[in-house]
C-alpha cells in the first residue's frame, strides 16, 4: 500500500513507520511532518535510505501542504499529527485546537475529494476519567483537558464525514503509549532521564492517577490491523490491559534503576488532572490483536533504551525543553 503518515517524526509515528516498513515489504511511505519540538528527524534516521521511504516537511493545516502530499497518491493516510502533551494544553490550548482540530479537517477533505482511506490516531482522553469499568466505543465523550477536547473535536468530524460524504474512515483510540523515542516531557520518559541525570521525579498530587499503559510496538500491530481490517465507520479501543497508578509506576522505573523513593518529588497537582483511563478492547481483540508486551519487561527494555541513547536524549534535554523544564518543574 502507498500510506500518507502524518506526525511520522513523532514518538508513535516514528516507531509505526519502521513497523510498517519492516512488515511489509511492499507498502510505500511518504510522512508529512511539520516538524515542530516534538518532531524529530532522528526518529527515523535508520530508514532514511529507504528507498519506499520519503518526507515531506509540511504543515496538515496548510491546504498546500496537503494538496502537495496527496499528488503523491496514496491509498491511505494515517493521521498521527497532533499536539499531544496535556500539561502544554492547559498553558497554551491555542495550538491544540489548530492542530488537532483544524488539520484533520484539512486531512478529511482532501481524503473525501480523492477518496482515499482514513484513519484517525485518537485516545482514550475523549472518554473522560472513569472512576471503575471500562469505557466501550459507544461511551460518550466527555474530555477534560484542551487537548483531549481538540482531539474529541477530530474524532467528531472524522464521523461526520463518513456520514455526510460516506468517507472511508475509521478511528483508534488507544491508551498511553511508552517505549522507544517518546519525547521526554511525557512521564515514563522524563522519570527515566531525569534520574540519569541526577535529578529527582516531580510527581503530581499523591500519584494515584491509574494510566493503562501499552508498548508501542503493540499499538503499531494494532494501528497497523484497523488500517488493513477495520470496518468503515468503526471505531476501535486499544489498551495495554495494565493499569498501575503514577505511585506504582514511579516505584517500578525506581527499582529498575536501583534507585530509592528519596528520588521522589511531590509536586503540585495537574489542573483537571483525569483520575483514571480504562478501555474496553473487545472490539479490536475480535479481530485477533492482543498485546505481547507485558508492564515490567517492556518498562525494562525502555529504561535499557533511554540508558543506551543519551545522545538521542541529551540535546532534547539540553534544547528546547529545557526552558519548558525549568519554567514548569524549577529545579527539581
Ligand atoms: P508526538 O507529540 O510525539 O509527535 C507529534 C508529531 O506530529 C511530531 O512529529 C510533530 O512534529 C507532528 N506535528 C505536530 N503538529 C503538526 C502539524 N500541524 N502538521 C504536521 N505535523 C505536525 O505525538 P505521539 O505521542 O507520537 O502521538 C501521536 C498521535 O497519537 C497523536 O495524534 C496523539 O493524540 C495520539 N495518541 C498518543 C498517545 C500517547 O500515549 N503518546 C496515546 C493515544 C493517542
Ligand atoms: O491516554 C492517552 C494519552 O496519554 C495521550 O492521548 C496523550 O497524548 C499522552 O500525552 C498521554 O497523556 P497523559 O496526560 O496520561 O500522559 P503524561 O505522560 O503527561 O502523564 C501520565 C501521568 O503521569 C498523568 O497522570 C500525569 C502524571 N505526571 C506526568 C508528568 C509529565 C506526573 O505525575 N508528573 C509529571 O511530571
Not at 95 to 107: E, K, P
Not at 290 to 314: A, C, I, K, Q, S
Amino acid at each position: 500500500m502507498r500510506l500518507l503518515v502524518t506526525g511520522g517524526c513523532g514518538f508513535i509515528g516514528s516507531n509505526f513507520v519502521r513497523h510498517v516498513l519492516r512488515e511489509h515489504a511492499e507498502d510505500e511511505v511518504l510522512n508529512l511532518d511539520k516538524l515542530t519540538y516534538a518532531g524529530n528527524p532522528e526518529n527515523l534516521r535508520e530508514v532514511e535510505g529507504d528507498p519506499r521511504y520519503r518526507f515531506q516537511r509540511g504543515d496538515i493545516c496548510e491546504e498546500e501542504d496537503v494538496a502537495q502530499a496527496f499528488a503523491w497518491e496514496p491509498e491511505a493516510v494515517l493521521n498521527f499529527a497532533a499536539e499531544t502533551h496535556v500539561d502544554r494544553s492547559i498553558a497554551s490550548p491555542e495550538a491544540f485546537v489548530r492542530t488537532d482540530v483544524l488539520g484533520t479537517f484539512r486531512l478529511l477533505r482532501a481524503a473525501q475529494e480523492r477518496g482515499v482511506r482514513y484513519v484517525q490516531i485518537s485516545t482514550d482522553e475523549v472518554y473522560g476519567s472513569i472512576p471503575e469499568g471500562s469505557f466501550r466505543e459507544d461511551s460518550p465523550l466527555q474530555p477534560n483537558s484542551p487537548y483531549a477536547a481538540s482531539k474529541a473535536g477530530a474524532d467528531l468530524l472524522v464521523r461526520s464525514y463518513v456520514m455526510t460524504y460516506g468517507l472511508d474512515a475509521v478511528i483508534v483510540r488507544s491508551s498511553n503509549n511508552y517505549g522507544p523515542y517518546q519525547y521526554p516531557e511525557k512521564v515514563i520518559p522524563l522519570f527515566v532521564t531525569n534520574l540519569l541525570e541526577g535529578r529527582k521525579v516531580p510527581l503530581y498530587g499523591e500519584g494515584k492517577n491509574v494510566r493503562d499503559w501499552l508498548f508501542v510496538e503493540d499499538n503499531c500491530r494494532a494501528i497497523d490491523l484497523v488500517l488493513r481490517r477495520g470496518e468503515t465507520g468503526e471505531i476501535y479501543n486499544v489498551g495495554g490491559g495494565q493499569e498501575k497508578s503514577n505511585l506504582a509506576l514511579t516505584r517500578s522505573i525506581l527499582e529498575i534503576m536501583g534507585m530509592g523513593e528519596e528520588c521522589i518529588q511531590y509536586v503540585p497537582d495537574r489542573p483537571g488532572h483525569d483520575l483514571r483511563y480504562s478501555v474496553d478492547c473487545s472490539k479490536i481483540r475480535s479481530l485477533g490483536w492482543r498485546p505481547f508486551t507485558d508492564f515490567e519487561g517492556g518498562l525494562r527494555e525502555t529504561v535499557r533504551w533511554y540508558r543506551e541513547n543519551e545522545d538521542w536524549w541529551r540535546p532534547i534535554k539540553n534544547g528546547e525543553f529545557r526552558r519548558y523544564y525549568l519554567e514548569r518543574y524549577g529545579d527539581i
